[in-house]
C-alpha cells in the first residue's frame, strides 16, 4: 500500500512511524512533513490545505490511503474533494467536520440531542455579550466560534478578562472571522481527560483515555499552549465514566450526525471534564487525532493503524487490543512559547544515547543537522507497565539529554 499523510506536527510523526510497522505499506508520503518525519516518509513540499495539489498527487501516485492531521483541511473540504475522486481517505466531510469548525454548531447539537456539555448562551454582538457577561459574573469562559489554532478560548477568572476577552475578539477581531461569532459558557471545575474513537457511520471503535496538560508551567499553571504533554490512559477514570462516555457521548454523538444526515468518517475527540461528583460533561469536540494525545495512545495500540483504519473504513470491527501499559509523553517547547519565540537552534535531545522515543514536531533540517522550527519541537516518551516507571525513564532521559539553553518542558507530567 501507499500512505499519504497530511501535516506536519508531533501527531503526524507518530502517525507516519505506527503506519511504517506494518508490512503492507510499501512506501509512506507526508505533506509536507518535518524533519522527523523526513527521516520515515518521503515529504512533499504541499501544504495542508492545498487541496487540489493533494488530490493530483494521491491520484498520481496511486496512494491506497490518506490520514489527514489538522482540521484546517478537513473545513476546507478535504475528504469531499478525496471522496468525489474514489480516493480512500479516513477524514470527516466537511458537514462532519463542522463539529469542531462551529463551537455555536458543536453547543447547539448537544444541548439538542441531550448530550452533556456547559450551558452556554451565543453572541454576534459585543454590547450583548457583555450585559450577559455581567449577568451572569465570573469565572466564566468566552470562546471563538471558529477555528482559532486552540488559541480562541479565554477561561476568565474575573468579569474583566472576560469583558477583555469579547473586546480582542468582537472588536479588534483577533481571530478575524473565526471570532464574528462567540459562545459564552459555564466554567465546569473538575479533571479534564481526552477520548478519542475510530468512527464510521454509526459504529464507534474507541481508543484508551488520555490526559493532556495545555498550560505551559508545572502545576497547570501559565497560559494555554498546544499541548505540553500528555499520558494514557488515565488511572483516575473508572470503568463506569469510561462507559459513559463511550455510550452517552461518543456513540450518541455518531449516531446523532447519521441522523441529521452528517455522517462522521474519522476520528472523533472528546475534550471532557469529570466533575468532583458525577458524571463527564464536553468541552468540545474535535474532528481529527489529538496532539499531543496520539503520540502518547498510539504506541499502546497492539493492532496495525493501517489495519484498524481500513477495517473500520470498510465497515468491519478492527478487533482493537491494548498493551497493558502505560506511555507517558513530554514536550520540548522552545523558550517564550507559546508567545513570542525564536527558531533556528540545535536541537536540545540527543536520540542516538536515548532509551526514550522520540516524536518531531516543529524541527527541520539544516544543511546536515537538525533545527528547531517550531514552539513545540519534540515529544519525549516511554511505555511502561505503569505510569509512574514512564514517568521516571522520561524524564531520567530528559535529565541528562536536554541543553535547556533554549528550551523548557514541564517536570510534572504523568508524576
Ligand atoms: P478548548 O480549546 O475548547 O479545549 O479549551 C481549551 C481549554 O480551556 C480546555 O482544555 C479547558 O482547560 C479550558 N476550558 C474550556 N471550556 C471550559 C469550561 N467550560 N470550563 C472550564 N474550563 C474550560
Ligand atoms: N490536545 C488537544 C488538541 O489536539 O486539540
Redesign the pocket.
Known amino acids: 500500500m501507499n500512505i499519504l499523510v497530511i501535516g506536519r506536527g508531533g501527531r503526524e510523526h507518530s502517525i507516519v512511524s505506527h503506519v511504517n510497522k506494518d508490512e503492507n505499506v510499501k512506501h509512506v508520503y507526508a505533506a509536507p512533513g518535518n524533519a522527523g518525519i523526513e527521516r520515515e516518509a518521503t515529504c512533499v513540499p504541499i501544504e495542508e490545505t492545498e487541496i487540489e495539489e493533494l488530490v493530483s498527487f494521491a491520484n498520481e501516485k496511486a496512494i491506497d490511503l490518506t490520514i489527514v492531521g489538522p482540521e484546517g483541511p478537513l473545513n476546507e473540504g478535504i475528504a469531499n474533494r478525496f471522496q468525489e475522486e474514489n480516493l480512500p481517505v479516513f477524514a470527516p466531510t466537511k458537514e462532519a467536520a463542522i463539529l469542531e469548525g462551529s463551537k455555536q454548531f458543536a453547543k447547539d447539537f448537544m444541548q439538542k440531542h441531550d448530550i452533556p456539555t ?1 450551558a452556554y448562551a451565543t453572541f454576534t454582538e459585543a454590547q450583548a455579550a457583555k450585559e450577559y457577561i455581567k449577568e451572569q459574573g465570573a469565572p466564566i ?1 468566552v ?1 471563538a466560534d471558529g477555528l482559532a489554532e ?1 488559541k ?2 479565554v ?1 476568565a477568572m474575573t468579569e474583566e478578562e472576560a469583558l477583555e476577552a469579547i473586546d480582542a475578539m468582537m472588536v479588534e477581531k483577533t481571530f478575524a472571522e473565526a471570532g464574528s461569532t462567540i459562545v459564552i ?5 473538575g479533571k ?1 481527560f481526552s477520548l478519542m474513537a475510530f468512527v464510521h457511520g454509526s459504529n464507534v471503535y474507541p481508543m484508551m483515555p488520555a490526559r493532556d496538560h ?1 498550560r505551559a508551567y508545572d502545576g497547570d499553571a501559565g497560559p ?1 499552549t498546544g499541548g505540553m504533554g500528555a499520558f494514557a490512559p488515565v488511572p483516575d477514570l473508572t470503568d463506569e465514566v469510561i462507559q459513559y462516555t463511550v455510550q452517552e457521548i461518543v456513540q450518541k454523538t455518531a449516531d446523532k450526525l447519521v441522523e441529521e444526515g452528517r455522517p462522521f468518517t474519522g476520528i472523533l475527540y472528546a ?1 471532557l ?1 469529570l466533575p468532583p461528583e458525577g458524571m463527564p460533561k464536553v ?2 469536540f474535535n474532528t481529527r487525532f489529538g496532539d499531543p494525545e496520539t503520540q502518547v495512545v498510539l504506541p499502546l495500540m497492539e493492532n496495525s493503524l493501517t489495519q484498524v483504519l481500513l477495517d473500520v473504513l470498510a465497515g468491519k470491527d478492527p478487533h482493537i487490543t491494548w498493551k497493558d501499559c502505560s506511555c507517558v509523553g513530554v514536550v520540548i517547547a522552545s523558550k517564550g512559547y507559546p508567545l513570542a519565540y525564536e527558531k533556528g537552534f540545535p536541537l536540545p535531545f540527543n536520540e542516538d544515547t536515548s532509551n526514550a522515543f522520540v516524536v518531531h514536531a516543529g524541527t527541520k533540517k539544516d544543511g546536515d543537522s537538525y533545527v528547531s522550527n517550531g514552539g513545540r519541537v519534540l515529544l519525549v516518551g516511554a511505555v511502561e507497565k505503569d505510569q509512574q516507571t514512564a514517568a521516571e525513564v522520561v524524564y531520567k532521559e530528559m535529565e541528562v539529554n536536554v541543553n535547556k539553553e533554549h528550551y523548557f518542558y514541564r517536570t510534572d507530567i504523568g508524576k
Open positions: 456547559a469562559v470562546k486552540g480562541g478560548v477561561v459558557e459555564e466554567f465546569l471545575e479534564e495545555k494555554n475534550g471534564m468541552i468540545e
